[in-house]
């Protein structure tokens, strides 16, 4: 009999447990639900305050050089904020759309080796002092169906990263190459790498490796370029790696099929061709 009381214990035990990990999951759940709202909400709402305070400098920059001011280093250097707060609600936005299901490729056929040679022109044009960049592309074309926007926006931040991880003035090396089945750019560079324990977390959310300095001019991250870009890297069917020793560098390589068929997940994903 005492056996018996005591089995009956212990069933109300562990049916009181599972009452308090079904609540508390639900808490959880509606809490992680709150925060995607607000970061819907919030980065939504700072889109449009910030384009027009964007607008405005960049009236004022235009009337300033006219007029030959003292002042046009004082309005570079907020130009150069207002980016970075666009970078980081941007990537917000993309966040919240992953998070809601609501990421959408729009693909549209284009020259791989054309839109990596932009690319690195438009980084190269826009980054000051200019970082050394060697690009080895194939002559013929690869003609893929991206979500060029999208695409560009993971290349970007990978070039982006090979210069902000790395000493000043030391060499990006970019390369694409076409195989049977599928192609890969690879972004290499000479920097600080990445600790073999890290590897595996850099994917991550909000994921910075602790302690690591960032290239003098550089902003400091938010953990958010690589998870944005694996998961658009994903969403077109592809992969993305990384090869790093520490205090040598790091390639980080996307492979793409040729033919792209769109991960179908959660998310809707349309494609306007
Ligand atoms: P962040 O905005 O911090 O650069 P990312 O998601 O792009 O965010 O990168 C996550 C972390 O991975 C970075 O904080 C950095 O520690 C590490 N990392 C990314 N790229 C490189 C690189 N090329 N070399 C060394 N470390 C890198």
Redesign the pocket.
């Known amino acids: 009999r005492k056996v018996l009381e005591q089995q009956q214990a212990l069933e109300l035990h562990a049916k009181s447990l599972e009452r308090t990990v079904q609540e508390r999951t639900r808490e959880l759940v509606e809490a992680n639900a709150a925060k995607d709202d607000f970061i819907a909400m919030a980065s939504h709402e700072l889109k449009t305050p910030l384009s027009s305070l964007k607008g405005m400098t960049q009236l004022l920059h235009r009337r300033l050089i006219r007029a030959n001011s003292p002042e046009v280093p004082s309005l570079v250097s907020m130009e150069n904020s207002i980016r970075r707060i666009e970078v980081l609600v941007n990537d917000l936005l993309n966040i919240s759309s992953l998070e809601t299901g609501m990421f959408d490729l729009y693909c549209q056929q284009c020259d791989f080796v054309e839109l990596t040679r932009s690319l690195v022109e438009e980084y190269m044009v826009g980054t000051n002092p200019r970082p050394i960049i060697h690009l080895q592309l194939p002559s013929d074309p690869i003609i893929v169906n991206i979500d060029v926007e999208r695409m560009g926006q993971v290349v970007l ?1 990978l070039l982006s ?2 210069r ?2 790395s000493p000043a003035g030391s060499i990006i090396t970019v390369s694409l190459v076409h195989r049977e089945h599928d192609y890969c750019i690879l972004v290499n ?1 000479t ?4 600790p073999a324990e890290m590897m595996e977390h ?1 994917f991550d959310r909000f ?3 602790p302690g ?1 300095e960032v290239q003098t001019g550089s902003s400091v ?7 944005i870009s694996r998961q658009i890297v994903e969403h077109h069917g592809g992969r993305i790696e990384v090869e ?1 020793k520490l205090n040598r560098g ?1 390639t ?1 390589s996307i492979v793409l099929p040729l033919l792209v068929e769109p991960k179908s997940s959660d998310s809707d994903i349309s494609l306007s061709s």
């Open positions: 931040n990263n090979a902000k991880y560079d920097g600080v790498g990445i850099i994921y910075r490796v690591i991250g938010f953990g958010l370029g690589l998870y790093s790091s980080f």
